[in-house]
């Protein structure tokens, strides 16, 4: 194995493209995964604001697309405080999500909320995952426990309620 590898280079199933030196925690390398779908969530909250420019919710939206950048930002630091290259896009699973939510907008507001629904479920689950891991440093669960997971549960209680007014 070469000095610097592409994590998951040669592992199928692990999608990340933050370039990680040998010897480096493994958990690391799902880092760039976490940071995509962070960037996936700001890009799906821009795409169905769209749809309530002027409604009451649109401010609601964007407070979670906020929160959602404010998380890429911590991801992003992540990675760059241990001297590698963060993603700047949301990768292949952006065009995934993309597709989801334009699809879901055609059907009307329920939908697209219930698309953003589905990504904050689907965030919730990688983190609470992440927690289980044992090779992840306590202050990173710490900050998943009291911050980003209570942030995903929030949005989707919300999102729920936002669903059934309109």
Same mark, same amino acid.
């Given at each position: 194995m070469s000095q610097w590898e592409i994590a998951g280079a040669g592992n199928p199933g692990l999608d990340t493209g933050v370039v990680i030196a040998e010897?480096?925690?493994? @958990?690391?390398? *799902? +880092?760039?995964?976490?940071?995509r779908g962070e960037i996936s %969530?700001?890009?799906?909250? !821009?795409?169905?604001?769209? &749809?309530?420019?002027? !409604?009451? +919710?649109? &401010?609601?939206?964007r *407070?979670?697309?906020?929160?959602? !950048?404010? +998380? %890429?930002?911590?991801w992003r630091d992540e990675i760059l405080a241990r001297g590698y290259s963060p *993603?700047? !896009?949301?990768?292949? @699973?952006?065009?995934?999500?993309?597709?989801?939510?334009?699809? %879901?907008?055609?059907?009307?507001?329920?939908?697209?909320l219930q698309a953003l629904k589905s990504g904050e479920s689907h965030g919730l689950a990688e983190y609470n995952a992440i927690l289980k891991r044992d090779d992840?440093?306590?202050?990173?669960?710490?900050?998943?426990?009291? *911050?980003f997971i209570p942030l995903q549960e929030r949005h989707i209680a919300s999102l729920e309620v936002i669903q059934q007014i309109v």
């Open positions: 010897g480096s925690p493994i @958990w690391l390398s *799902d +880092v760039g995964r976490l940071l %969530a700001v890009e799906a909250y !821009d795409q169905v604001m769209e &749809k309530f420019r002027s !409604d009451p +919710v649109a &401010k609601r939206l *407070d979670f697309r906020s929160e959602h !950048d404010r +998380v %890429a930002k911590f *993603d700047e !896009d949301s990768g292949p @699973w952006g065009q995934v999500v993309f597709t989801i939510v334009g699809t %879901a907008k055609l059907f009307g507001e329920s939908s697209a992840v440093p306590e202050r990173i669960k710490k900050k998943l426990r009291e *911050d």
